[in-house]
């Protein structure tokens, strides 16, 4: 099996390097936006602030990265330290879009619900 860090080439020059991250920022660009379309999905079924913060869900994620790193060659640590950023900044992101959803008309989940 294919590790991830075993397709990457040897690199000699600084634009062989930086070609190689432009090629996989095309990819993670588009990715990126549909996570964050997911996170505005989050954001209208969760419609509650209190509950964007989701303490467990976010530990079952690092586990998940930190094992998937380690399995692709990669750091643990830095994978872990990527993800809790980025979920952090997923986490400002969904309360913007919440905001934005209860400002369009989206009503506010009563105890009820």
């Known amino acids: 099996m294919s590790r991830a860090i075993d397709k990457v080439p040897h690199c000699t020059t600084m634009e062989e390097v930086r070609q190689g991250v432009n090629a996989l920022d095309d990819i ?3 990715l990126l936006v549909t996570r964050s379309g997911f996170m505005t999905q989050a ?3 969760k ?3 209190q509950r964007v913060r989701d303490e ?3 530990q079952t ?3 998940r990265v930190r094992e998937q790193a380690a ?5 643990p640590e830095l994978m872990e330290q990527l993800y809790r950023a980025m979920m952090e900044l997923f986490i400002a ?3 913007q879009e919440l905001a934005r959803l209860r400002a ?3 009503t506010p989940k009563t105890d009820k619900e």
């Open 28 to 30: 993670l660009v588009p």
């Open 43 to 45: 954001a209208r079924v």
């Open 47 to 49: 419609n509650d602030p």
């Open 56 to 58: 467990d869900r976010i």
């Open 61 to 63: 994620i690092v586990d």
């Open 71 to 75: 399995a692709e060659g990669g750091s």
């Open 93 to 95: 992101y969904e309360h």
């Open 104 to 106: 369009a008309g989206l």
